[in-house]
């Protein structure tokens, strides 16, 4: 990639693409937990004391969301977390907008309105990224008009790095597109632990986007990056299924979640890689709210609903993870934001902050569930990133870092 190390910024305007989408109360618009916001400090202020002219662009959630919404109270935030006056322009391609982009003095931030209150940042067709050019997307109305105004273009968006918009990779077509500092950060962490882990490497994967989670295994399984996958949530369920466990009600979890094709999926991936992957020995269901341990038996089907691992699962995942040199970890074990399902979670991030392994963890979810804990600062690395993450440890190409890759190519000669 470029880096900030590459170009000279004094006197220069920048646009700065960052994912400060944060969970927000929809009936305060308060925004609850700011760790998007902090991650990106680094680069502003770096680019601020370098004499450049900051303008951010990010969004919000998505159309029809309720926590789709102004960027008015991420201006505050992130004014108290860099010190510095941040100027909030509530329009992005507007004459408001352009005029207090031209009259920035250097050292100045400005942040712009959400950007996905713009169609053309959301069009449905972005989403066949193969298939776009930066040259379709510059000529987009967004790009047309702000890129002029600029001479680099920085993607500090490592969340949204999985998605192919306008904003994420257009200005690439016409100024030089440079990693910032968080994007270096998580691409370089990320490759590490998938592409030359230290082992034994863990992979303890839970939470609700098993999907996801399932691309995830069969890409370290195949590469051979990890040695042992814990799993735990709906991913666990699916692999339960998958070996012939009569989960009862749970299926209907997994039917409603659309996951039913994931069966399959799973059952080739044990045939394969089966003594890698641990599932559950026994679990905690949810009556009326009370926690109640139930052992798996292959003859007995499942009481109720699953809502965490059980203990002695919790016990034989933390000896695993103990033992480890390099653990991963996506995804919540329960339902941790009810207290009387929160101990899987809770005693697997433990084993995790307390492992001497290199621990990287990842997911809105299982980071928020380390700060309810008091763990997330003895994580190595908490990736901002959710499906920007998984997409990566699936081993997939990820737009924002295809584009870094060309822009690359295009000017460091
Ligand atoms: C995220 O929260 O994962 C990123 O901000 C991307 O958001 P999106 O899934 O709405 O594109």
């Given at each position: 990639f470029l880096t900030l190390d590459d170009f000279n910024f004094e006197d220069k305007r920048v646009v700065l693409r960052v994912d400060i989408n944060c969970p927000i109360d929809p009936n305060t618009e308060e925004i609850l937990d700011d760790k998007r916001i902090r991650e990106i400090k680094n680069t502003i202020t770096e680019l601020i004391n370098r004499g450049a002219k900051v303008v951010i662009l990010a969004h919000q959630s998505r159309p029809g969301k309720k926590d789709f919404t102004t960027l008015k109270n991420h201006a505050k935030v992130l004014s108290r977390i860099i010190g510095k006056d941040v100027k909030y322009v509530d329009e992005v391609i507007g004459t408001t907008a352009r005029e207090a982009i031209v009259n920035m003095k250097n050292g100045d931030v400005v942040l712009l309105e959400n950007i996905r209150f713009y169609s053309e940042e959301v069009l449905s067709e972005w989403k066949k990224w193969e298939d776009i050019t930066p040259k379709k997307q510059a000529e987009t109305n967004l790009i047309k008009r702000l890129s002029p105004l600029f001479d680099y273009f920085i993607n500090d968006a490592f969340a949204a790095a999985h998605r192919a918009q306008p904003s994420l990779v257009g200005f690439s077509y016409y100024m030089p597109m440079i990693a910032g500092r968080l994007m270096e950060k998580e691409v370089s962490v990320l490759s590490k632990v998938l592409?030359?882990?230290?082992?034994?490497c863990v992979y303890v994967l839970g939470g609700a986007k098993a999907d996801d989670s399932i691309r995830v295994i069969k890409n370290v399984l195949e590469n051979g990056t990890a040695d042992k996958i814990l799993t735990s949530g709906i991913v666990a369920n699916i692999f339960l299924i998958a070996m012939g466990y009569d989960l009862g009600i749970n299926m209907n979890v997994i039917e409603n979640l659309g996951l039913v094709n994931q069966i399959e999926v799973a059952k080739r991936l044990l045939d394969k890689f089966g003594e890698k992957i641990e599932v559950p020995v026994d679990v905690a269901i949810n009556v009326d709210d009370e926690r109640i341990e139930e052992e798996l038996d292959k003859n007995k089907k499942v009481s109720g609903l699953i809502n965490d691992i059980g203990e002695k699962t919790i016990k034989h995942y933390q000896e695993i993870i103990k033992n480890a040199k390099t653990i991963v970890a996506n995804g919540p074990a329960g339902v941790f934001e009810k207290e009387a399902f929160a101990k899987g979670t809770e005693e697997l991030l433990k084993a995790i902050a307390v492992s001497n392994g290199f621990s990287v963890i990842g997911g809105g979810h299982l980071s928020a569930a380390a700060e309810l804990f008091g763990l997330a600062s003895q994580i190595d690395h908490v990736s901002t990133g959710g499906g920007a993450t998984l997409d990566f440890l699936a081993g997939e190409k990820l737009p924002v870092i295809e584009m870094l890759k060309e822009s690359y190519k295009k000017y460091k000669e």
């Open positions: 592409e030359n882990p230290e082992k034994p």
